[in-house]
Antibody, heavy 121, light 110 residues
Framework: QVQLVQSGSELKKPGASVKVSCKAS????????MNWVRQAPGQGLEWMGW????????TYAQGFTGRFVFSVDTSVSTAYLQISSLKAEDTAVYYC??????????????WGQGTLVTVSS | QSVLTQPPSASGTPGQRVTISCSGS????????VFWYQQLPGTAPKLLIY???QRPSGVPDRFSGSKSGTSASLAISGLRSEDEADYYC???????????FGTGTKVTVL
Protein backbone atom coordinates (compact mmCIF):
# COMPACT_ATOMS: atom_id res chain seq x y z
CA GLN A 1 0.00 0.00 0.00
CA VAL A 2 1.03 3.63 -0.45
CA GLN A 3 2.98 4.64 2.63
CA LEU A 4 5.22 7.42 3.90
CA VAL A 5 7.53 6.65 6.82
CA GLN A 6 9.34 9.50 8.53
CA SER A 7 12.44 9.54 10.70
CA GLY A 8 12.21 9.68 14.48
CA SER A 9 11.90 12.53 16.95
CA GLU A 10 14.76 14.98 17.31
CA LEU A 11 15.93 17.13 20.23
CA LYS A 12 18.17 19.98 19.14
CA LYS A 13 19.76 23.04 20.69
CA PRO A 14 19.06 26.53 19.34
CA GLY A 15 21.31 27.30 16.38
CA ALA A 16 21.73 23.67 15.36
CA SER A 17 20.37 22.01 12.21
CA VAL A 18 18.07 19.06 11.70
CA LYS A 19 17.25 16.86 8.71
CA VAL A 20 13.97 14.96 8.60
CA SER A 21 13.48 12.12 6.12
CA CYS A 22 10.32 10.78 4.52
CA LYS A 23 10.59 7.42 2.74
CA ALA A 24 7.89 6.57 0.23
CA SER A 25 6.75 3.12 -0.81
CA UNK A 26 3.92 1.54 -2.75
CA UNK A 27 3.95 3.95 -5.71
CA UNK A 28 6.31 5.55 -8.23
CA UNK A 29 8.02 8.24 -6.18
CA UNK A 30 8.60 10.68 -9.05
CA UNK A 31 4.92 10.68 -10.11
CA UNK A 32 3.73 12.94 -7.28
CA UNK A 33 5.04 16.05 -5.59
CA MET A 34 5.87 15.88 -1.90
CA ASN A 35 4.54 18.46 0.50
CA TRP A 36 5.68 19.46 3.97
CA VAL A 37 3.25 20.61 6.67
CA ARG A 38 4.05 21.99 10.11
CA GLN A 39 1.94 21.68 13.25
CA ALA A 40 3.15 23.63 16.28
CA PRO A 41 2.11 22.34 19.71
CA GLY A 42 -1.64 22.71 20.15
CA GLN A 43 -1.96 24.55 16.85
CA GLY A 44 -3.38 23.91 13.38
CA LEU A 45 -1.83 22.77 10.14
CA GLU A 46 0.44 25.06 8.12
CA TRP A 47 1.60 24.27 4.60
CA MET A 48 5.36 24.81 4.25
CA GLY A 49 5.72 24.11 0.54
CA TRP A 50 6.38 21.29 -1.84
CA UNK A 51 9.07 19.72 -3.98
CA UNK A 52 8.81 18.37 -7.50
CA UNK A 53 10.14 14.85 -6.99
CA UNK A 54 10.93 14.54 -10.69
CA UNK A 55 13.09 17.66 -11.08
CA UNK A 56 14.00 18.34 -7.44
CA UNK A 57 12.68 21.90 -7.78
CA UNK A 58 11.28 23.18 -4.46
CA THR A 59 8.59 25.79 -3.79
CA TYR A 60 8.45 27.40 -0.36
CA ALA A 61 5.43 29.04 1.24
CA GLN A 62 5.68 32.49 2.78
CA GLY A 63 7.52 32.25 6.07
CA PHE A 64 9.52 29.21 5.08
CA THR A 65 12.27 30.70 2.99
CA GLY A 66 15.92 30.89 3.94
CA ARG A 67 16.34 28.34 6.74
CA PHE A 68 14.20 25.59 5.25
CA VAL A 69 15.42 23.32 2.45
CA PHE A 70 13.53 20.55 0.67
CA SER A 71 15.43 17.86 -1.23
CA VAL A 72 14.87 14.39 -2.65
CA ASP A 73 16.89 11.28 -3.39
CA THR A 74 14.96 9.41 -6.03
CA SER A 75 17.30 6.38 -5.80
CA VAL A 76 15.83 5.62 -2.37
CA SER A 77 12.39 7.23 -2.87
CA THR A 78 13.01 9.64 -0.02
CA ALA A 79 12.26 13.30 0.55
CA TYR A 80 14.08 15.44 3.07
CA LEU A 81 13.38 18.58 5.08
CA GLN A 82 16.39 20.38 6.51
CA ILE A 83 16.04 23.26 8.94
CA SER A 84 19.08 25.31 9.89
CA SER A 85 19.71 27.86 12.65
CA LEU A 86 16.96 26.28 14.72
CA LYS A 87 14.90 28.49 17.03
CA ALA A 88 12.58 27.59 19.88
CA GLU A 89 9.62 28.51 17.70
CA ASP A 90 10.57 25.76 15.23
CA THR A 91 9.41 23.23 17.83
CA ALA A 92 6.64 21.36 16.04
CA VAL A 93 5.58 18.15 14.39
CA TYR A 94 6.60 18.11 10.75
CA TYR A 95 4.61 15.99 8.30
CA CYS A 96 5.36 14.97 4.76
CA UNK A 97 2.33 14.36 2.57
CA UNK A 98 2.07 13.17 -1.02
CA UNK A 99 0.37 15.59 -3.38
CA UNK A 100 -2.86 14.12 -4.69
CA UNK A 101 -5.80 15.27 -6.77
CA UNK A 102 -4.05 17.73 -9.07
CA UNK A 103 -1.26 20.30 -8.89
CA UNK A 104 -3.58 23.16 -7.91
CA UNK A 105 -5.45 21.20 -5.28
CA UNK A 106 -5.18 20.86 -1.55
CA UNK A 107 -5.06 17.09 -1.75
CA UNK A 108 -2.62 15.33 0.55
CA UNK A 109 -2.70 11.53 0.57
CA UNK A 110 -1.23 9.80 2.40
CA TRP A 111 0.59 11.56 5.23
CA GLY A 112 3.70 10.45 7.03
CA GLN A 113 3.33 9.69 10.72
CA GLY A 114 5.02 12.97 11.64
CA THR A 115 8.38 13.88 13.16
CA LEU A 116 8.54 15.87 16.38
CA VAL A 117 11.38 18.38 16.39
CA THR A 118 12.03 19.94 19.77
CA VAL A 119 14.36 22.92 20.04
CA SER A 120 15.52 23.56 23.57
CA SER A 121 18.71 24.52 25.36
CA GLN B 1 -2.14 32.30 9.77
CA SER B 2 -5.13 30.36 8.40
CA VAL B 3 -7.11 31.81 5.55
CA LEU B 4 -10.13 29.55 6.00
CA THR B 5 -12.31 30.05 9.08
CA GLN B 6 -13.89 27.21 11.05
CA PRO B 7 -15.67 27.17 14.42
CA PRO B 8 -13.21 26.09 17.13
CA SER B 9 -15.50 23.40 18.48
CA ALA B 10 -18.59 21.33 17.80
CA SER B 11 -20.25 18.61 19.81
CA GLY B 12 -23.08 16.12 19.82
CA THR B 13 -24.35 12.99 21.46
CA PRO B 14 -23.95 9.56 19.86
CA GLY B 15 -26.25 9.18 16.89
CA GLN B 16 -26.70 12.90 16.34
CA ARG B 17 -25.72 14.89 13.25
CA VAL B 18 -22.93 17.46 13.52
CA THR B 19 -22.06 20.04 10.88
CA ILE B 20 -18.79 21.97 10.59
CA SER B 21 -18.56 25.10 8.46
CA CYS B 22 -15.53 26.41 6.55
CA SER B 23 -15.60 30.00 5.30
CA GLY B 24 -13.21 31.29 2.67
CA SER B 25 -13.12 33.67 -0.27
CA UNK B 26 -13.33 33.84 -4.05
CA UNK B 27 -9.63 33.06 -4.39
CA UNK B 28 -9.83 29.74 -2.56
CA UNK B 29 -13.13 27.97 -1.88
CA UNK B 30 -14.93 30.10 -4.44
CA UNK B 31 -12.80 28.81 -7.30
CA UNK B 32 -11.21 25.53 -6.17
CA UNK B 33 -12.05 22.17 -4.69
CA VAL B 34 -12.41 21.74 -0.94
CA PHE B 35 -10.77 18.90 0.94
CA TRP B 36 -11.40 17.77 4.52
CA TYR B 37 -8.98 16.05 6.90
CA GLN B 38 -9.58 14.20 10.15
CA GLN B 39 -6.88 14.20 12.81
CA LEU B 40 -7.47 11.72 15.61
CA PRO B 41 -5.66 12.50 18.90
CA GLY B 42 -1.92 11.97 18.60
CA THR B 43 -2.01 10.88 14.98
CA ALA B 44 -1.34 12.31 11.54
CA PRO B 45 -4.17 13.90 9.54
CA LYS B 46 -6.11 11.63 7.21
CA LEU B 47 -7.92 12.56 4.00
CA LEU B 48 -11.66 12.43 4.66
CA ILE B 49 -13.32 14.24 1.74
CA TYR B 50 -11.86 15.30 -1.60
CA UNK B 51 -13.16 17.50 -4.42
CA UNK B 52 -15.91 18.98 -2.22
CA UNK B 53 -17.98 15.85 -1.66
CA GLN B 54 -16.10 12.69 -2.63
CA ARG B 55 -15.12 10.05 -0.09
CA PRO B 56 -11.92 8.02 -0.44
CA SER B 57 -12.27 4.29 -0.20
CA GLY B 58 -12.76 3.20 3.40
CA VAL B 59 -14.34 6.44 4.67
CA PRO B 60 -17.83 5.72 6.04
CA ASP B 61 -20.76 7.33 4.26
CA ARG B 62 -21.66 8.99 7.58
CA PHE B 63 -19.24 11.69 6.45
CA SER B 64 -20.39 14.04 3.70
CA GLY B 65 -19.14 17.29 2.25
CA SER B 66 -20.76 20.15 0.40
CA LYS B 67 -19.79 23.51 -1.02
CA SER B 68 -21.73 26.65 -1.89
CA GLY B 69 -20.08 29.83 -3.10
CA THR B 70 -17.20 30.67 -0.80
CA SER B 71 -18.20 28.31 2.01
CA ALA B 72 -18.10 24.58 2.57
CA SER B 73 -19.46 22.19 5.16
CA LEU B 74 -18.65 18.79 6.57
CA ALA B 75 -21.49 16.78 8.07
CA ILE B 76 -21.12 13.79 10.34
CA SER B 77 -24.32 11.81 10.75
CA GLY B 78 -24.85 9.03 13.26
CA LEU B 79 -22.08 10.46 15.43
CA ARG B 80 -19.86 7.86 17.09
CA SER B 81 -17.29 8.07 19.88
CA GLU B 82 -14.49 7.31 17.43
CA ASP B 83 -15.36 10.48 15.49
CA GLU B 84 -13.91 12.57 18.31
CA ALA B 85 -11.08 14.38 16.52
CA ASP B 86 -9.91 17.64 14.97
CA TYR B 87 -11.24 18.38 11.51
CA TYR B 88 -9.60 20.70 8.98
CA CYS B 89 -10.82 22.03 5.65
CA UNK B 90 -8.34 22.95 2.93
CA UNK B 91 -8.41 24.51 -0.52
CA UNK B 92 -5.98 25.86 -3.09
CA UNK B 93 -5.66 29.63 -2.97
CA UNK B 94 -5.09 31.32 -6.33
CA UNK B 95 -3.76 34.54 -4.75
CA UNK B 96 -1.21 32.72 -2.61
CA UNK B 97 -0.46 30.08 -5.26
CA UNK B 98 -0.63 27.38 -2.65
CA UNK B 99 -3.02 25.37 -0.48
CA UNK B 100 -4.46 26.86 2.69
CA PHE B 101 -5.92 25.10 5.71
CA GLY B 102 -8.83 26.02 7.91
CA THR B 103 -8.39 26.94 11.56
CA GLY B 104 -9.60 23.51 12.64
CA THR B 105 -12.64 22.29 14.58
CA LYS B 106 -12.50 19.98 17.56
CA VAL B 107 -15.45 17.60 17.62
CA THR B 108 -16.45 16.21 20.99
CA VAL B 109 -18.86 13.33 21.46
CA LEU B 110 -20.79 13.96 24.66
Amino acid sequence: QVQLVQSGSELKKPGASVKVSCKASGYTFSNNEMNWVRQAPGQGLEWMGWINTNTGNPTYAQGFTGRFVFSVDTSVSTAYLQISSLKAEDTAVYYCARGWGGRTAAGFYPWGQGTLVTVSS
Amino acid sequence: QSVLTQPPSASGTPGQRVTISCSGSSSNIGSNYVFWYQQLPGTAPKLLIYRNNQRPSGVPDRFSGSKSGTSASLAISGLRSEDEADYYCAAWDDSLSGPVFGTGTKVTVL
